[in-house]
């Protein structure tokens, strides 16, 4: 089993949709998750943490689900600019609790 | 802002040729970090460093090393490059030595050995 295991996807979605992504993660010790994004041939960029709360910016909502080892994100009202790969972030795993990063989900939205 | 630069955009390299890649960052981070990325396999953990002239492997080391001379500067080297280790390479910085803080990346060097 892969330690952080996303759908690659691609969601196509029209403008305007509401869009969810899951990320299932391994290690029950994990304490940090991140959901990065990547645009096509640029480096990632933090999106937003996710906090056992879960928390929301703006369109984006990011959940934890400790018991089920999971993390969500919902993407509401869909934007043309949201297309790109959306990478689930967990440490934990590596020497030194570094990150360790899913294989991303690509989301494309149409007009 | 943060700003953390690479050395080259696109490389092509022989079998066999010592290959450097260099990082730089601006912003008097502690840690920094190589990733590569291929498809269907995300990022992996090349090596990182936790201060001037401190390393340590991380997923996979094999076939890499690494240098930090500097605090805002951490080089990879391929001693001789292969064909596998085609790929896009990133580098990373953050703040503070614990992984909950935000990592800030590079554009990345795509490499192709021939």
Redesign the interface.
């Given at each position: 089993r892969k330690e952080v295991e996303q759908d690659p996807g691609p969601f196509n979605v029209p403008e305007g949709a509401t869009v969810a992504f899951n990320c299932t993660y391994s290690n029950s010790a994990s304490q940090s998750f991140f959901w990065y994004r990547q645009d096509c041939r640029k480096e990632p960029k933090l999106l937003m943490s996710v906090y056992s709360s879960g928390n929301e910016d703006g369109r984006f909502t990011a959940q934890l689900n400790r018991a089920s080892q999971y993390i969500s994100l919902l993407i509401r009202d869909s934007k043309l600019s949201d297309s790109a790969t959306y990478l689930c972030v967990v440490n934990g795993y590596n020497a030194g609790n570094m990150l360790t990063f899913g294989g991303g989900t690509r989301l494309m939205v149409k007009p | 802002d943060v700003k953390v630069t690479q050395s080259s955009r696109y490389l092509v390299k022989r079998t066999g040729e010592k290959v450097f890649l260099e990082c730089v960052q601006d912003m008097d981070h502690e840690n920094m970090?190589w990733?590569r990325q291929d498809p269907?396999?995300?990022?992996?953990?090349i090596y990182?460093s936790?201060d001037v002239k401190m390393k340590?492997?991380?997923?996979i080391p094999e076939g890499y090393s690494v240098s930090r001379e500097k605090k805002e500067r951490f080089s990879l080297i391929l001693e001789s490059a292969s064909t596998n280790q085609t790929s896009m390479y990133?580098c990373a910085s953050s703040l503070i030595s614990?992984?909950?803080e935000?990592?800030y990346?590079?554009?990345?060097t795509r490499l192709l050995v021939l």
């Open positions: - | 970090f990733y269907g396999l995300g990022l992996r953990l990182f936790y340590e492997k991380g997923d990133l614990q992984a909950q935000t990592q990346f590079g554009p990345g």
